[in-house]
């Protein structure tokens, strides 16, 4: 049974970065779209960063040129750089990916989410 797997959140000053990485464990013939989503306390989840198979990337807006989302497709890992973090980035982040699995089913996966604290 495919599983993604999220680590590097945590608590960090304003103007702060951090880097956030995700990972599937189980059998994969190949990944498609992967993304990161974050979702704050009374708010609905929002698309963070896209990146296609090729390489092309999507932002919301609010994170363009501060965020970097950058995947290994050789590790089938992806990952998101954030930089000069604002209190407003809080949120819990997921990583999504679209997974064609060996075994098992394939479709859209979530991460169980990485907590991201943005405070002075």
């Known amino acids: 049974q495919v599983q993604l797997v999220e680590s590097g959140g945590g608590l960090v000053q304003p103007g702060g970065s951090l880097r956030l990485s995700c990972a599937p464990s189980?059998?994969?013939?190949?990944?498609?779209?992967m993304a990161w989503y974050r979702q704050a306390p009374g708010k609905e989840r929002e698309l963070v960063a896209i990146?296609?198979?090729?390489?092309?990337?999507k932002y919301t807006d609010s994170v363009k040129g501060r965020f970097t989302i950058s995947r290994d497709n050789t590790k089938n890992a992806v990952y998101l750089q954030m930089n000069s973090l604002k209190p407003e980035d809080t949120a819990v982040y997921y990583c999504?990916?679209?997974?064609?699995?060996?075994?098992?089913?394939?479709?859209?996966?979530w991460g169980q989410g990485t907590p991201v604290t943005v405070s002075s």
């Open positions: 999504n990916a679209e997974i064609v699995a060996t075994v098992g089913p394939s479709g859209d996966y």
């Open positions: 189980g059998s994969i013939d190949r990944i498609h779209d």
């Open positions: 990146i296609s198979s090729g390489g092309s990337t």
